[in-house]
Nanobody
Framework: QVQLVESGGGSVQAGGSLRLSCTAS????????MGWFRQAPGKEREFVAV????????NYADAVKGRVTISRDNAKNTIYLQMNSLKPEDTAVYYC?????????????????WGQGTQVTVSS
């Protein structure tokens, strides 16, 4: 089992920035792909960003491309999501997710492990 704990959420005004963190513990491994997803009230969970185990491959949802950067520090078993130029439509609960199979999938159902989520609220 892998446990994921997110932090860094909060409330900001439009145009502001936040940095989310997610630390993994338990049965972590070198092939762990990790990603960020979000879910707004009344909407399905959607992909935000993903990073390969070695950090060389990243992928972003079109809605956040150019405003968000995903990174990881394997020595700390932690990934980060730097979010800039935030918009009210970015308001959601942000979840960290992981799987052991190496591919940088963007579909929530492909991920085996999930954090509890952290709230991000962007006001206009």
């Amino acid at each position: 089992q892998v446990q994921l704990v997110e932090s860094g959420g909060g409330s900001v005004q439009a145009g502001g920035s936040l940095r989310l963190s997610c630390t993994a513990s338990g049965r972590t491994g070198d092939s762990d792909t990790m990603g960020w997803f979000r879910q707004a009230p009344g909407k399905e969970r959607e992909f935000v960003a993903v990073i390969s185990w070695n950090g060389r491959t990243t992928n972003y949802a079109d809605a956040v491309k150019g405003r968000v950067t995903i990174s990881r520090d394997n020595a700390k078993n932690t990934i980060y999501l730097q979010m800039n130029s935030l918009k009210p439509e970015d308001t959601a609960v942000y979840y960290c997710a992981a799987h052991h199979r190496g591919a940088t999938w963007t579909t929530p159902s492909e991920y085996d492990y999930w954090g509890q989520g952290t709230q991000v609220t962007v006001s206009s």
